[in-house]
Antibody
Framework: QVQLVESGGGVVQPGRSLRLSCTGS????????MHWVRQPPGKGLEWLAV????????YYADSVKGRFTISRDNAKNTLFLQVNSLRGEDTAVYYC???????????WGQGTLVTVSS | QSALTQPASVSGSPGQSITISCTGT?????????VSWYQQHPGKAPKLLIF???DRPSGISDRFSGSKSGNTASLTISGLQAEDEADYYC??????????FGTGTKVTVL
């Protein structure tokens, strides 16, 4: 069974950095692209970034380009999101999701909450 | 990369059919058939309902169906049930190889 488990969230001060992780199991992690999506409390979904299966292609939402970096370690079945210069508006649940051949996010983790507060 | 436009809320009685619209542009919904729909219950992760405009993943009820015309995609829920009360989001592939989500629709079963 496909399983995605995010970690690394917590309370962080404005201006600091954070690295989120997502560990996949139950599927061939190295064969699929992966997404990061976030959801501020009480608000809608915002797509952030996608990385190809091999890790050589990365695409970002304009809103986070230059401040967020997506990466992966296929040997460890792990996806990462480096988030720099955190702001209050970055407070959200961050989800990782498995990509598919049809560009849909076919499976989602349960999310990790990031709270930016002094 | 503006969010796709969805109605904020849609409601219906048990057994009825409802339709949720998702309007984008020629650079996303209108330009590709990679439109997907997700269901999200409170406190839960989103779940894929529809991919490629109208295809359902294994295990998804055929009460859920999708379509597209021009820059607008639609999700129809037939035979509305209490368990269908949730938030629904559309998403599309874009010309920049990115994805974009809709603004979300809250479905209420009366």
């Amino acid at each position: 069974q496909v399983q995605l488990v995010e970690s690394g969230g917590g309370v962080v001060q404005p201006g600091r950095s954070l690295r989120l992780s997502c560990t996949g199991s139950g599927f061939s992690f190295r064969s699929f692209g992966m997404h990061w999506v976030r959801q501020p409390p009480g608000k809608g979904l915002e797509w952030l970034a996608v990385i190809s299966a091999a890790g050589n292609k990365k695409y970002y939402a304009d809103s986070v380009k230059g401040r967020f970096t997506i990466s992966r370690d296929n040997a460890k079945n792990t996806l990462f999101l480096q988030v720099n210069s955190l702001r209050g508006e970055d407070t959200a649940v961050y989800y990782c999701a498995k990509d598919s051949e049809t560009a849909a996010a076919s499976w989602w983790g349960q999310g990790t909450l990031v709270t930016v507060s002094s | 990369q503006s969010a796709l436009t969805q109605p904020a809320s849609v409601s219906g009685s048990p057994g009825q059919s409802i339709t949720i619209s998702c309007t984008g542009t020629s650079t996303d919904v209108g330009g590709y058939n990679h439109v997907s729909w997700y269901q999200q219950h409170p406190g839960k992760a989103p779940k894929l309902l529809i991919f490629d405009v109208s295809d359902r993943p294994s295990g998804i009820s055929d009460r859920f169906s999708g379509s597209k015309s021009g820059n607008t995609a639609s999700l129809t829920i037939s035979g509305l049930q209490a368990e269908d009360e949730a938030d629904y989001y559309c998403s599309s592939y874009t010309t920049s190889s990115t994805r974009v989500f809709g603004t979300g629709t809250k479905v209420t079963v009366l």
